[in-house]
């Protein structure tokens, strides 16, 4: 018989009625599909002793004695179908760290949790597979079994790396998943240049309007769209080689003496230092808490901050770091970057407030 007909027997079966029945109705006849011998002592072994006097027994434990060599490999503890795994996983996961084996299972035969017991993380955070013999494609649970229960996998070691590469993309992909509506977040409340610049670009190719920067954001943010900065009240008008021209009026250039930051005045001697400051400042409440972010935003064509000042033509050191920051910008443009770094930390822009003479 096959393992997938094997499997295909238990789930047309009854389910046993306790633990002893699980063993030796489900537990037992996968694994000698697996190669293993149920009827070996020396490798197939019930009740095993762990954790010294003070410990317990682990239901089976499957020893790989082959080529010079005698250890256990993997340790399996079974529970009455229909039990709760999750209550039972602290205990599994102390049989196998002292004992040393590289795999762990938590099964009601119908159910199976496998574990890494040597990896870091909490205990959930060791699990690299589930299986449900009743719901889940036989050809998978085919292909799980084999990869990280057959004898030869065990004892070879390539069960055990499967099992390490399978944990970190479910890792990764459980990271992502938390992470990612972060940085979306963070985007929204304070979004980069790329991004704006993608925007623009898309809503021109589908709308035939170019919006500019501040009406993007605007929209992003959840705030009114204010009209195009060309039809604003506040222009003068003047000709040039016999053309009318209109254009903004500029706001007298003023050095700025210090800013407010969250209620804390800094002394500040440009338009760069309001910048610096308000980096050192994230620095040094987020040092210790994922400061790497810092060099998420970028304008057009280069980040904003980098770990190198190479091809900054103003570079700020935040503090003691290996972190630098580009200040080659106009005064605005400057404060808005402070401000960018500010909502991508999880600030609100209006905490900064730049002082004048």
């Not at 790396?161 to 509506?181: F, G, H, M, N, T």
């Not at 700025?256 to 969250?262: E, F, G, R, T, Y």
Request: hydrophobic share 40%; charged share 30%.
């Amino acid at each position: 018989m096959s393992l997938e007909e094997c499997l295909e027997k238990i789930r047309s079966g009854t389910v046993p009625p306790n633990e002893e029945s699980a063993k030796f109705q489900i537990i037992a006849p996968i694994l000698e599909n697996l190669d293993w011998d149920p009827r070996d002592g020396s490798e197939f072994v019930l009740e095993h002793p762990v954790g010294g006097k003070r410990g317990g027994r682990v239901d089976i434990a499957l020893r790989s004695t082959g080529r010079g060599h005698d250890r256990l490999v993997a340790l399996i503890e079974a529970k009455a179908p229909g039990s709760d795994l999750s209550k039972h996983v602290d205990q599994v996961l102390s049989y196998a760290f002292h004992e040393g084996t590289c795999v762990c299972v938590l099964t009601t035969g119908l159910q199976w949790w496998l574990f890494l017991p040597r990896e870091s993380g909490e205990p959930m955070q060791r699990r690299f597979a589930v299986l449900d013999l009743m719901n889940d494609s036989l050809e998978r649970i085919a292909e799980d079994l084999r990869a990280f229960l057959a004898k030869e996998a065990l004892a070879r070691g390539r069960a055990e790396k499967k099992a390490k590469s399978v944990l970190k993309a479910r890792l990764d992909a459980d990271r992502l998943q938390s992470e990612i509506p972060k940085i979306w977040e963070r985007m929204m409340r304070g979004p980069d240049e790329e991004l704006v610049e993608l925007i623009i670009s898309r809503v021109y190719k589908k709308l035939n309007l170019r919006p500019d920067r501040e009406q993007v954001i605007a929209a992003l943010v959840g705030e009114p769209v204010p009209m195009a900065s060309g039809s604003l009240p506040n222009q003068t008008v003047s000709t040039e080689a016999g053309e009318a021209k209109t254009r903004r009026t500029l706001t007298p250039t003023v050095k700025p003496v210090a800013i407010l930051l969250w209620g804390v005045r800094y002394p500040v001697a440009n338009h760069k230092d309001v910048l610096g400051r308000v980096v050192d400042c994230l620095h040094e409440k987020h040092e210790h808490d994922n400061f790497d972010r810092i060099l998420e935003l970028r304008g057009r064509k280069k980040p904003y901050a980098a770990l190198t000042s190479d091809g900054m033509r103003a570079h700020h050191r935040i503090g003691a770091s290996r972190y630098f920051v580009d200040g080659h910008a106009s005064a605005e443009a400057l404060r808005r970057r402070a401000e960018l770094f500010l909502s991508h930390f999880g600030y609100d822009k209006r905490d900064l407030e730049v002082l004048f003479e």
